[in-house]
């Protein structure tokens, strides 16, 4: 698709004329780090060069229409500025009210309508985060549209998060609105949720690539068990919070944990807890063996990951172990493991270049054959943050 397509798709929808903007805000994926944002932790994504495209200009009146080129036959969605209170019946459009309701709840007021197209060439229910993709594309907007330069890339992460955890229901962490709107060419963020302090630190894979892997096992956060994993966690917190005294299970050495562990009452929940904290020491240790150029390290603790998610935090299910399962028994992958919230969506792997046909072939036979449909792979690159695009 091609920006001019999705200008004259604008122009016939909402008509010609005016100051029409571009937009665009990234998909992410997560190289390791997966369920410790809520939990104090650390995470280690990066932004994907796809994204969600938007075209955006403002209106006279205090209409808001919005039309997407990906849900053609949902067609011309209306609304006003009135009527933006939370709903229970949600579409997709839930996502861009819920960033104006956040505006004007903080302060930003959004005092005009507008018109919008988007365009997103992120798999939706993918696990790349098309949602916050979409959030962070109608955020860079308003702020540019409404002259609200002072807010920064993380304040408008910080409103999708909420916008996310209060509009949509969905108590998700920092990690996806946080890497779109930061990302940067060529590097991962390794970021502290506990209070987003971060670094960038450059992928220079030699002789490798970034492979996803996309279960076709369409998956809701809302619908998933993510809200009871959070507080599986925050329960098993308060426990250990009885015998010592931390803020979070982020906080916590594997040596602290294992000292304080038998404080938690449930085998479950001791389960959640213990990989909130080994997943986050492994983060740290991927991130060290990174700048030590030890990219064989590196996939073992993506491979060590995997099987945490799967085994104690039990998130991954038949669909997305049979693709990192295949994965592991392929020449030439370095580490594959599930990426973003699990129940269904992508596992991440890296692959040697000269492998990549052979293992697209191998894992992709092996699960059509297992799950009974085909997943879909994308060999992926690394890209900017949210912004506006030049005309
Ligand atoms: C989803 C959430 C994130 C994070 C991941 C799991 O992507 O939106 O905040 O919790 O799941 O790591």
Known sequence: MKLTE????????????????????????????????YNGGHVFPCALTIGTYLLARKRPDNKLRFYSMNFEKTGVIESTLEDLAPKTE?????????????????????????????YGNIPNGSGLSSSASVELATGVMLRDLFGYENLTNTDLALFGQYSENNY?????????????????KDQAIFLDTSDLSFQYAPIKLEN???????????????????????SECETALAEIQKVKDVPSLGALSIDEFEAVKDAIKDPVRLKRAR???????????AVEALKQNDIAKFGKLMNDSHVSLRDDYEVTGIELDTLVEEAWGCDGVIGSRMT????????????????????????GDAYEKKIGYAADFYVVEIGDGAGTLAE
């Open 6 to 37: 999705i200008r004259q798709c604008f122009e016939e929808k909402f008509g010609q004329g005016g100051d029409i903007r571009t937009y665009f805000a990234p998909g992410r994926v997560n190289l390791i780090g997966e369920h410790t944002d």
């Open 90 to 118: 949600k579409n997709w459009t839930s996502y861009p009210k819920g960033m104006i309701w956040t505006f004007n709840g903080k302060g930003y007021p959004i005092t005009q309508g507008v018109d919008m197209v988007l």
């Open 168 to 184: 949509n229901g969905v108590n998700c962490g920092i990690m996806d609105q946080f890497a779109i709107a930061m990302g940067q």
């Open 208 to 230: 490798a690539k970034i492979v996803i892997a996309c279960s076709n096992k369409k998956r809701g956060l809302g619908d998933s068990k993510y809200n009871e994993r959070r």
């Open 275 to 285: 990989h909130a904290v080994y997943e986050n020491q492994r983060t740290i240790q």
């Open 340 to 363: 973003g919230a699990g129940f269904g969506g992508c596992t991440v792997s890296i692959v040697e270049t000269d492998a990549i046909d052979r293992f697209i072939q191998k894992v």
